[in-house]
Every structure is written in structure tokens, then in C-alpha cells.
């Protein structure tokens, strides 16, 4: 027996309805259907779904999605191979124990193996070692976070990698290797790297900086079946002792993080993105963190940074702090004789979250004005609307608002408990405006979820379908998703794989919401989302040949693009008949 065919018994075994009952009071939503409150972000109106017919869990309000073995590894903050194994254990079903969690371990090796690369490239090659001095860092926390350095030969760690029997295609997957026309090539190259590692301590992924003026100043390898960017900080495995004492300072950039540390403050971790995240701020409450002093950038992005980390779900469990720097960044004050009194002092005067919200809001403001005091008021009043009985936060910033907007405390009672009664509390942002990027990632997505939703035995025929009437782009989701089917036709295989994506929110809302057993309008609904999709393609193409006649093209090349132009916009009419000859098939909208 196969992984494969362990993973069918254990879920012919297990029942979802069952495993999720564990974790969420769930009530009957229609036949085979269950609802209660999520158990992965905080509401009050159910919006979590269990299909116990199609092994499926959905939630609206978040986008988790998934099967059995997704919802154990979200639940318990496991990876597949440990989810496997426990099911697997429950259920009564011996696992093949040397294939179940090689994936994993081959990943891991690969990523070692890259480390060990860089490190031998950095020390034979001053220039890395230069920059690194020039910014400020010694020999040992260089050594001690493991930084190394990427040369600029477009295939080094290829070769490398081959000398120690890995495959090229492992290395992509690994996210350290690229294919590039056919070629594979180093995806880092002429950077400083930083080994991203998990809370284990592994390296699971990798940061670089360049050297030179190609290229973005800072990039991430890929996310991967062990590297999502949201549930990971920098330097956490080294800052876990320290972040266990209860307070954590939390930065922006690699190097602030190394800084700090360097400096004293071993508790600093730094984000991957533009602000901290639920997954990471779960991190700092498992370590055991009460207090998060943000020490973001000094500018615009880093205060929108900075209110953005404290509208977290879990924002309530810490004591925030706003750290004004005293430089640009944390990483300048390395170069300074009184780098660390500084940072001392500013943690120091650190702003409590009450007080930087007030600033936030009144920033440019003159509160002797109604209308700006009217202005300050709207801004804050969605973290005073709080559902809870007693939000220490929102109590402070009615105090606050009471004192500096001269307000009376029954005003301000009164005029939230209308805003309660009217049912207003703070709207949701708008959604982002459907640009063509997104629009043609939809209906891709949307083709997906058909297939997905086929008769098995109809499966690998549908997927040659849809490949030879859309062709793909390279670099596509759907033809991601293609060649994967391809390769491993299991659909449970490809579920789980799409869940880990970012995309795979809409596809698990789709599949929920799809009819159940064999749909007899299957092939006219596919259809019709193909018609879509080549035309959304073909939008993309003629956006592309505008951009190139815009740049005032020699006459031969102005001959040829607008030919090109014509050519497409003729095809984008024939597919846009195609498919308004008639509407949508019933329930069904893309």
C-alpha cells in the first residue's frame, strides 16, 4: 500500500464531521452539510462549513479550506507528514514508513545543502565579507545567523547540488533552483543570503541582498510546502530564549534583526512582509510574549505597518508598544557610538497603542477644528466599538478621546451605542478593484474547480482538454496546475497542494459551493469558463503589444505589432461571442 491509498483508508475511516467536532460545536446546515464558528480567526456569525459528502471544510470569513488531513494540520500545527501519522494511527492503517514523510526531509536536505554553499562562497569572496563589515555586523553574528553569500555564476549551486545527487527539479521545488526556458538556473545570485529558518530552528527558505543594482534589492525564494512568509519570523529560533522572559521587539528588515541582536536585545525578531501577521504573532503568544514593542521604519509604510499589526485578531493578547527610532532603521544604529542607548532610550519612550492610535489619527490635525475633531473621532471609533465586555485598549482610548476631542464620556457612550443600534461598526475595507491579473487568476481558478469537481474516470481527460484549448501561459496557475495533474492525478494530492497556496481560498469556496455527484452541465460550464479564460489571456496579450507600440517602434517592428494588435482584438471578439451567445449555465458565475 501506497501514501496514496493510506490517505483514501484513513479518510474512508475517519470521519471529518467527527474530527472537526472536536475542535467546533457544529449544528446541521442542510443535508450532509455542518456550521459553526471557525476555529482559525475570531467571529461571532457562524461562517465555517463541513461537506461530510465531499471531505470538505470551507470558511467565508478567512478562506481556509481543505480536507481531513488540512484541517488537523491547521488545528494542531502540524505538517502533512506528522498529520498522516497520527490519522493514520487513529484509524488503524500501517503507514509505508519510509515514504510518508520523505518529501519533507528531502526539502530540508536540499536547503542544508544550499546553505552550505553559500557559506563556502561567502568567506571566498571579499566583497560579500566587506559589505557585511562595512554595515557594521561581526564575525560572529555573521556566524551566529548563518549568513552567507550567492556568487554571481548563474548555475554554481546547480552544479553543486548535482555533485551531491540532487536533482535539479528538487532544488526548484526547494525553491533554490529556477527553470528558465528549459534551463535551470541558481535563483539567487550575486546577494548576501539569509537562511530563513522555522521554529525548529531548519533552514526552511532564503532572503537575499544584492550586491549589485540587477534586480530587486531584497528577494525571497518562493513559498513552499515548508515556507509560508506569514507564519515565520527571523531570528525566532535564536530569540526564543529571550522572547520566553515576555517581551518582544519586532523590526522590519533582516539586518535590524541581526543588529539588535548584536546591540543586546537578543529578544528582536524581524518580519517578512510589510507588517506582522496572524501566524507570526501566534509564534510570539506560543513563546510565551505579553508585551510587542513594533519597531518599524520611520516612515509613512512603516506607521501603516505599525497600525496594521494592532488590528491583528490576536492583537488583544499582547501589550503594544510603538517604538520611534531614533534612525531611519535599527540597522543605522549599529554604525553609531551610542547605537544601543539610543534604542534603549526609545524603547524607553516607546508610545503604549492607545497613544499612538491618537497620534496616528490627528497627525496634521487641529483639534480646535470640529470638523478635524470630527475626523479624529471616525478614525478611532472602529477599535472602540469592540465586541468585547471589558477591552482594556478601547476603554484607554475612550478616556483618551474623552480628554483631548473634549467630549463628554456620555457623548461618546451615546454616540457609539447608535453606531451599535444602527449596526455600523467600522465597514469592511473595499475589495481590491478586479484587475486583469486577478480576473484571469479567477477564472483559472474556476476551470480548476471544475476539474476538480469531475468524475475521476473523466479526470485526465478533462485535463488534456482544458490544455489544448486555453494553452497555458508559462508561468499560469492553470498550467501549474496541469502539469502537476499530469504528473500526480490524484485529486486528493492536488487539494492538499492548492490549500497551502494563497490562491487556494476561492478554489475551496468553489468546490463547497459545487453541485454534488456528477454534474450533467459539466462540460457546458467548463466550456463556457474556457471562452472566459482565452480571452482573458488575450486581454493580457494585447496589454503587452500597446506597452511595445507606445515605445515608438521602428517602422518594421510598428508593421508587425500592429498586425499583432489586429489580429488579437479579432480573436477577443470571436471568443466573446462564444460565449454570450447564451448566459452562464444555471448557478454558475465567473
Not at 488590528?311 to 547605537?339: I, Q
Not at 467630549?407 to 454616540?415: A, H, R, V
Not at 492548492?498 to 466550456?527: H, I, N, T, V, Y
Request: glycine share 8%; charged share 30%.
Amino acid at each position: 500500500m501506497d501514501a496514496g491509498q493510506a490517505v483514501e483508508l484513513i479518510k474512508s475511516r475517519l470521519s471529518l464531521r467527527e474530527v472537526v467536532s472536536r475542535y467546533v460545536a457544529l449544528k446541521p446546515a442542510g443535508r450532509g452539510r455542518w456550521k459553526g464558528l471557525c476555529p482559525f480567526h475570531q467571529e461571532k456569525t457562524p461562517s465555517f462549513y463541513v461537506d461530510e459528502e465531499k471531505g470538505l471544510f470551507y470558511c467565508f470569513g478567512c478562506k481556509a479550506g481543505g480536507d481531513l488531513f488540512a484541517f488537523v494540520q491547521r488545528a494542531e500545527g502540524l505538517d502533512f507528514p506528522e498529520a498522516l501519522e497520527r490519522l493514520a494511527e487513529e484509524a488503524g492503517v500501517e503507514l509505508p514508513r519510509r515514504k510518508a514523510p520523505e518529501r519533507r526531509r528531502e526539502l530540508l536536505e536540499v536547503l542544508a545543502l544550499a546553505q552550505t554553499y553559500f557559506l563556502e562562497h561567502l568567506h571566498a569572496h571579499p566583497e560579500a565579507l566587506a559589505y557585511l563589515r562595512k554595515r557594521g555586523l561581526t564575525e560572529e553574528s555573521v556566524a551566529r545567523f548563518g549568513l552567507g553569500y550567492a556568487p554571481p555564476k548563474g548555475d554554481g549551486l546547480v552544479a553543486f547540488l548535482a555533485r551531491h545527487g540532487v536533482a535539479p527539479e528538487e532544488g526548484v521545488r526547494a525553491g533554490v533552483l529556477a527553470e528558465r526556458q528549459g534551463r535551470f538556473v541558481d535563483r539567487l545570485r550575486h546577494r548576501i543570503t539569509f537562511p530563513i529558518k522555522d521554529a525548529f530552528g531548519r533552514v526552511v527558505a532564503f532572503t537575499g541582498r544584492a550586491l549589485g543594482e540587477d534586480g530587486p534589492k531584497y528577494l525571497n525564494t518562493p513559498e513552499t510546502p515548508l515556507f509560508r512568509k506569514q507564519e515565520v519570523l527571523f531570528a525566532y529560533p535564536e530569540a526564543r530564549p529571550a522572547l520566553r522572559e515576555g517581551r518582544a521587539i519586532v523590526v522590519e528588515g533582516l539586518f535590524d534583526a541581526i543588529a539588535l541582536h548584536q546591540l543586546g536585545f537578543p529578544e528582536t525578531v524581524a518580519v517578512l512582509g510589510s507588517g506582522l501577521s496572524e501566524g507570526q504573532a501566534l509564534l510570539l503568544k506560543k513563546a510565551g510574549v505579553l508585551e510587542v514593542y513594533l519597531a518599524f521604519d520611520a516612515d509613512e509604510a512603516g506607521q501603516k505597518a505599525t497600525l496594521q499589526s494592532l488590528n491583528l485578531e490576536l492583537a488583544p493578547r499582547f501589550l503594544f508598544y510603538a517604538v520611534r527610532l531614533p534612525a531611519k532603521d535599527p540597522g543605522e544604529l549599529l554604525l553609531h557610538p551610542e547605537g544601543r542607548a539610543l534604542f534603549q532610550k526609545a524603547l524607553e519612550e516607546a508610545l503604549p497603542e492607545v497613544a499612538f492610535r491618537f497620534e496616528e489619527a490627528s497627525r496634521g490635525l487641529d483639534l480646535s477644528r470640529p470638523e478635524h475633531k470630527r475626523k479624529v473621532l471616525e478614525a478611532l471609533t472602529p477599535r472602540m466599538l469592540t465586541p468585547e465586555p471589558f477591552d482594556p485598549v478601547a476603554e484607554r482610548l475612550k478616556a483618551l478621546v474623552v480628554e483631548r476631542l473634549g467630549l463628554s464620556p456620555k457623548s461618546l457612550e451615546d454616540y457609539l451605542a447608535s453606531l451599535r443600534t444602527r449596526g455600523r461598526p467600522a465597514p469592511p475595507p473595499p475589495p481590491p478593484p478586479l484587475t486583469p491579473g486577478n480576473k484571469t487568476l479567477l477564472l483559472e481558478l474556476d476551470a480548476i474547480a471544475l476539474l476538480l469537481s469531475a468524475p475521476e474516470e473523466r479526470f485526465l481527460e478533462l485535463v488534456d482538454y482544458v490544455e489544448t484549448q486555453v494553452w497555458p501561459p508559462e508561468g499560469s496557475f492553470l498550467g501549474e496546475f496541469l502539469a502537476l495533474a499530469r504528473k500526480e492525478p490524484r485529486r486528493d494530492h492536488l487539494r492538499r497542494t492548492l490549500s497551502q497556496r494563497e490562491e487556494g481560498g476561492r478554489l475551496f469556496e468553489r468546490l463547497l459551493l459545487a453541485p454534488r455527484g456528477e454534474d450533467p452541465r459539466l462540460q457546458e460550464k467548463l466550456d463556457h469558463t474556457l471562452a472566459r479564460l482565452r480571452e482573458a489571456y488575450l486581454q493580457e496579450r494585447l496589454a503587452k503589444v500597446k506597452a511595445a507600440l507606445a515605445q515608438n517602434p521602428d517602422p518594421p517592428t510598428l508593421e508587425r505589432l500592429l498586425k499583432e494588435y489586429q489580429e488579437i482584438r479579432v480573436a477577443i471578439e470571436a471568443e466573446r461571442r462564444l460565449y454570450k451567445r447564451r448566459p452562464p449555465p444555471s448557478g454558475w458565475s465567473t
